[in-house]
């Protein structure tokens, strides 16, 4: 005859292995953060004791972080643009717009793996087209908010991402959420609330390590919109100013991700939450006389990626290669969803679950027709083609990228195995521009080429 209480004890390990295999078995819900020219060094962090930003210190302590992680270039001055729009297509920059109706994108596929899409963001500059595959699509609008709200766009976010938390956990049969959150901060105009401002005195905000009143020779971009935001030269107290605006944005936008990061977990989902951080690409403001980021710098083409929550190893960095357009294929094998076949990013997870060193060798990045560079290990070069101007960097011993070591004769093999390598990578990606021209212009700049004061 059974035992009653063996079968009830049997019984109970049953259903507890069934609720264990369950629970192993759920799809984390996604949070994707992609803030607007939000450079990596503005995470105190990351290195910057000069900024506060608590809620991102804490993801970066409870999380693993990518310190050469790219945006890989633009085609065009708004390089947010192409950077939006790789992230949400997993391609290049050179093919992101080659594709047809109904092609893959990241809201696509973390549909079709289960997951109910929220996208809320800005509108201009971005990859509309993609967000139309999103279950809810919602843009910032100064007419969706009160008046006094409506220059604070970190308080829109999360007020409505909060709203539509709120509501999806009422559901009792919510899939998991798959959120990206892009809005405009911290993208001039900088507008933060008097209290924030008051955090920082201008006069106590250190200059960038690689600050100039005017960068060196003409870049193929100087006169562009971003680049006219500030007068030439550009002044210590005027790049100190612009700044103090920046972090102030910066600190009221991590308070808004502060509440977002709150709201779930006062709904018990925060542990059960994969939260992905990075920006669309850097900025100047003030790095080498620049103030924008139409530039191959690593102040501009360099962003702060983070991934943080179940699976993840805490308080770790990597000095692995990515770029930005690497999270989609990445979200994928987190989740099991299968990766579509025309996608060109590398899944960076053999790098967090700490099975792999790297998933790439090199990064190569471009802007326009007027700037390539290439990266192999501490070592990279930026190629002019229209001025016939190289520079190369040692990023191990300079990484402001202060040193220009191109004239330098012992580095002649160098510069040419690094031409090679962007040529390579060049040809990988289908870039055709030629890096070198028949007929050169001139490089030189002075002082009545900045009074032109036209769009580039």
């Known amino acids: 005859m059974s035992n009653p209480t063996v079968m009830s004890r049997r019984a109970f390990l049953a259903t507890a292995a069934s609720s264990a295999a369950l629970q192993a078995a759920q799809k984390p819900n996604i949070l994707f953060i992609l803030t607007d020219d939000q450079r990596q060094d503005t995470i105190a962090a990351l290195g910057n004791p000069h900024i506060r930003t608590p809620n991102l210190d804490g993801l970066v302590k409870s999380g693993l972080v990518f310190r050469n992680a790219y945006c890989m270039g633009g085609f065009v001055g708004a390089v947010c643009l192409p ?15 080659k594709q047809q109706p109904g092609y893959p994108n990241i809201a696509r596929s973390m549909s079709e793996a289960g997951y109910v899409t929220f996208h809320l963001g800005k509108k201009g500059n971005e990859d509309q087209e993609s967000h ?47 959120m990206y959150l892009a809005g405009p901060a911290p993208h001039d105009p900088r507008v933060a609330p008097p209290e924030y401002l008051a955090k920082y005195d201008p006069a106590k905000i250190p200059l960038p390590a ?12 100087l006169l562009i919109r971003d680049e006219q935001l500030a007068p030439w030269p550009r002044t210590e107290a005027e790049v ?62 360099r962003s702060g990626l983070i991934f943080a929550g179940p ?35 590398k899944s960076l997870l053999p790098v967090i ?23 192999l290990g501490r070592w990279k070069l930026i190629r002019y083609p229209q001025i016939d101007r190289t520079q190369l960097f040692d990023l191990q011993r300079d ?17 040419e195995q690094m031409m090679q ?11 055709t521009l030629p890096l070198t021209v028949e007929h050169p212009r001139q490089g030189d700049i002075t002082v009545e080429y900045f009074s032109k004061k036209k769009e580039g």
């Not at 009792?172 to 798959?178: A, E, G």
């Not at 679950?353 to 990266?375: H, I, N, P």
């Not at 390598?421 to 870039?431: E, I, P, S, V």
Request: net charge positive; proline share 6%.
């Open 83 to 97: 950077s939006r729009m790789m992230i949400q297509r997993g391609r290049s920059w050179f093919n992101v717009r």
């Open 132 to 178: 139309k595959s999103y279950d809810h699509n919602l843009y910032m609008e100064p007419t969706d908010v009160a008046e006094r709200d409506a220059a604070l766009p970190g308080k829109q976010l999360a007020d409505r991402t909060i709203a539509f938390l709120d509501e999806w956990k009422k559901d009792p049969k919510h899939k998991p959420f798959f």
């Open 210 to 221: 690689n600050y100039k009143p005017f960068h060196p020779f003409d870049n193929g971009e």
């Open 240 to 301: 100190r100013n612009q700044l103090r605006d920046y972090y102030a944005v910066i600190t009221h936008m991590d308070e808004q991700i502060g509440r977002i990061f709150a709201r779930l977990k006062a709904l018990g989902e925060y542990e059960n939450t994969l939260i992905v951080f990075t920006s669309d690409q850097g900025i100047a403001i003030g790095s080498h006389g620049l103030m924008g980021k139409q530039n191959l710098y690593e102040h501009s083409m």
């Open 311 to 345: 699976g993840v190893p805490r308080g770790k960095s990597v000095d692995a290669f990515a770029y930005l357009f690497d999270i989609y294929p990445t979200l994928c094998d987190v989740v099991g969803a299968p990766k579509p076949e025309p996608l060109e990013g």
């Open 353 to 375: 679950q700490g099975k792999s060193k790297a998933v790439r060798d090199t990064v190569m990045l471009g802007y326009r027709d007027v700037q390539r560079a290439v990266r």
């Open 399 to 415: 990484p402001n990228e202060i040193h220009d070591l191109a004239a330098r004769p012992e580095q002649r093999g160098r510069i």
């Open 421 to 431: 390598l962007l040529r390579a990578q060049q040809k990988q990606f289908g870039d």
